[in-house]
């Protein structure tokens, strides 16, 4: 199983609103509405901010969103902070009853 | 609350095998599978398998097929990845899912393979 595909980086300047792409097949996010969003800090475990395409949960911002179409899922940070610069995560239910991550994504803000 | 506690950091030959434990407790552990998931210095998450509580079905990654077991006693579930090399040196996390995202996480557990 592949990772999913992300950008490396993305930045944006405070204020502003980013989006980061995940892209896999019809046998992970095109097939299923399983795919979630995670924030990592350095040193950190994860922290899950959307599930089920564009579900956030309780706590989680709402700057965060999520959205879906075909075998590219989206995360858009709205509002940009300096906090959230950090690393992002896309992962995704699959085919094979398993899971999978993307490769992740570095978020500057400028 | 949910609690996924993991035994401390390891430092293992090239070769040799490793054992991670995750202690879950705060929910009904049959309810919910644990996953594995390990995050080498400076890469990305990579999901390893995951193992139910109960009657202890269990899904592999393929790419760790042959090399890992995931067992449970009580209420821990075990990892053990065989045939260490320096590239399995990695920070080890168990996980739980919450409507189909992983929500509950483990402190993670360094695992240093070196001669």
């Known amino acids: 199983q592949s990772a999913l595909t992300q950008p490396a980086s993305v930045s944006g300047s405070p204020g502003q609103s980013i989006t980061i792409s995940c892209t896999g097949t019809?046998?992970?996010?095109?097939?299923?509405?399983?795919v979630s969003w995670y924030q990592q800090h350095p040193g950190k475990a994860p922290k899950l901010i959307i599930y089920?395409?564009?579900n956030r949960p309780s706590g989680v911002s709402n700057r965060f969103s999520g959205s879906k179409s075909g075998n590219t899922a989206s995360l858009t940070i709205s509002g940009l902070q300096a906090e959230d610069e950090t690393d992002y995560y896309c992962?995704?239910?699959?085919?094979?009853?398993?899971?999978?991550f993307g490769g992740g994504t570095k978020l500057t803000v400028l | 609350q949910v609690q996924l506690v993991q035994s401390g950091a390891e430092v293992k030959k090239p070769g040799a095998s490793v054992k991670v434990s995750c202690k879950a407790s705060?929910?009904?552990?049959?309810?919910?599978?644990i996953h594995w998931v390990r995050q080498a210095p400076g890469q990305r998450l990579e999901w390893m398998g995951w193992?139910?509580?109960?009657?202890?079905n269990r899904k592999y990654s393929q790419k760790f097929q042959g090399r890992v077991t995931m067992d449970t006693s009580a209420s821990t579930a075990y990892m053990q990845l065989s045939s260490l090399r320096s590239e399995d040196t990695a920070v080890y996390y168990c996980?739980?899912?919450?409507?189909?995202?992983?929500?509950?996480w483990g402190q993670g557990t360094l695992v240093t393979v070196s001669s």
């Open positions: 992962s995704s239910y699959t085919s094979s009853d398993t899971w999978v």
């Open positions: 019809s046998s992970d996010v095109g097939g299923y509405n399983y």
């Open positions: 705060g929910y009904t552990l049959t309810d919910f599978a």
């Open positions: 089920e395409v564009g």
């Open positions: 193992i139910n509580f109960g009657n202890i």
């Open positions: 996980a739980r899912t919450l409507d189909w995202g992983f929500v509950f």
